[in-house]
């Protein structure tokens, strides 16, 4: 069961593209899984471009030129988040923090906006600050929805340093 709230329940093509991208890809990370999310990747022609935090493109990087490149950045975050000890509980906070309401879907193809803006309460008094967005880029394929690439790390509102 999904901590979030699917704003799309009338529309199958954009409730599967934000089933994959928010409750599927959210427990996925929290758990350090992989295998949960292995099948919504294109896998040729996949191209993670980070953001680093710029709104002009010309700060852009091809950080993941392939999706091995970025499932191992995936897991290396992943691993780290849980080595953090939280006062709350992970998935719940990561959910309270993300927005996908904006999916643009055009034939067999698809750009989703997902958005990241909240805390999650640690332990040590701190607070993990999620505070950026990502543009995924999707293509339908034998029925079902995957994704083609992105332009993550992106700052939110765009304008604003991440």
Same mark, same amino acid.
């Given at each position: 069961?999904? =901590?979030?709230?699917?704003?799309?329940?009338? #529309?199958?093509?954009?409730?599967?593209? @934000?089933?994959?991208? %928010?409750? *599927?890809?959210? +427990?996925?990370?929290?758990?350090?899984?992989?295998?949960?999310? +292995?099948?919504?990747?294109?896998?040729?022609?996949?191209?993670?471009v980070n953001g680093n935090g710029k709104d002009n493109?010309?700060? @852009?990087?091809? $950080?993941?030129?392939?999706? /091995? =490149?970025?499932?191992?950045? @995936? =897991?290396?975050?992943? *691993?780290? !988040?849980? $080595?953090?000890?939280?006062? +709350?509980?992970? +998935?719940?906070?990561?959910?309270?923090?993300t927005s996908l309401t904006e999916i643009e879907i055009? !034939?067999?193809?698809?750009?989703?906006?997902?958005?990241? #803006?909240?805390?999650?309460?640690?332990?040590?008094?701190?607070?993990?600050?999620?505070?950026?967005?990502?543009?995924?880029?999707? *293509?339908? %394929? /034998?029925?079902? @929805?995957?994704?083609?690439?992105? %332009?993550?790390?992106?700052?939110?509102?765009?304008?604003?340093?991440?």
């Amino acid at each position: 069961m999904s =901590l979030s709230q699917n704003p799309f329940p009338n #529309d199958p093509d954009r409730s599967a593209i @934000w089933t994959m991208l %928010v409750p *599927r890809d959210i +427990e996925a990370y929290v758990k350090a899984d992989w295998s949960m999310v +292995e099948d919504d990747f294109v896998t040729t022609d996949f191209i993670g471009v980070n953001g680093n935090g710029k709104d002009n493109p010309d700060g @852009w990087t091809i $950080s993941y030129p392939t999706l /091995e =490149l970025y499932r191992d950045e @995936w =897991l290396r975050q992943a *691993r780290e !988040g849980q $080595s953090v000890v939280y006062a +709350e509980d992970q +998935e719940t906070g990561i959910h309270r923090a993300t927005s996908l309401t904006e999916i643009e879907i055009s !034939g067999e193809r698809a750009i989703a906006h997902k958005k990241f #803006d909240g805390e999650i309460k640690r332990a040590d008094g701190e607070v993990d600050r999620l505070n950026w967005q990502t543009v995924y880029f999707c *293509r339908k %394929v /034998e029925g079902q @929805w995957k994704l083609t690439g992105f %332009v993550g790390y992106l700052p939110y509102p765009m304008g604003k340093p991440v």
